[in-house]
């Protein structure tokens, strides 16, 4: 089963969050929101989508990348890990 498949029920409670922080933004800038929110509401869709971009990413490097029955290789993808995490903050 692939990693997607196993995380389906988070990924999807992630995707629906999405969806309604982008259905907010419609809002404030249809409402004619000031400027200042509307920026914070894009960081704020921005940085929930690079989260989702990094669970699937992390899943994939270990599940596909990574042998999950080598110790040494899903130790060595901690430091790329980290650099992604920073990477996508």
Same mark, same amino acid.
């Given at each position: 089963? +692939?990693?997607?498949?196993? +995380?389906?029920?988070?990924?999807?409670?992630?995707?629906?969050?999405?969806?309604?922080?982008?259905? +907010?933004?419609?809002?404030?800038?249809?409402?004619?929101?000031?400027?200042?929110?509307?920026?914070?509401?894009?960081?704020?869709?921005?940085?929930?989508?690079?989260?989702?971009?990094?669970?699937?990413?992390?899943?994939?490097?270990?599940?596909?990348?990574?042998?999950?029955?080598?110790?040494?290789?899903?130790?060595?993808?901690?430091?790329?890990?980290?650099?992604?995490? +920073?990477?996508?903050?």
């Amino acid at each position: 089963m +692939s990693h997607i498949q196993e +995380s389906r029920k988070k990924l999807i409670a992630r995707v629906r969050r999405i969806g309604g922080q982008v259905a +907010s933004l419609e809002r404030a800038i249809e409402g004619d929101e000031e400027c200042g929110a509307v920026l914070q509401q894009l960081a704020a869709v921005r940085g929930a989508v690079n989260g989702l971009i990094l669970q699937v990413m992390e899943g994939h490097l270990r599940s596909h990348v990574a042998d999950t029955g080598n110790a040494k290789q899903q130790d060595e993808l901690l430091p790329v890990l980290a650099v992604l995490k +920073s990477y996508l903050k």
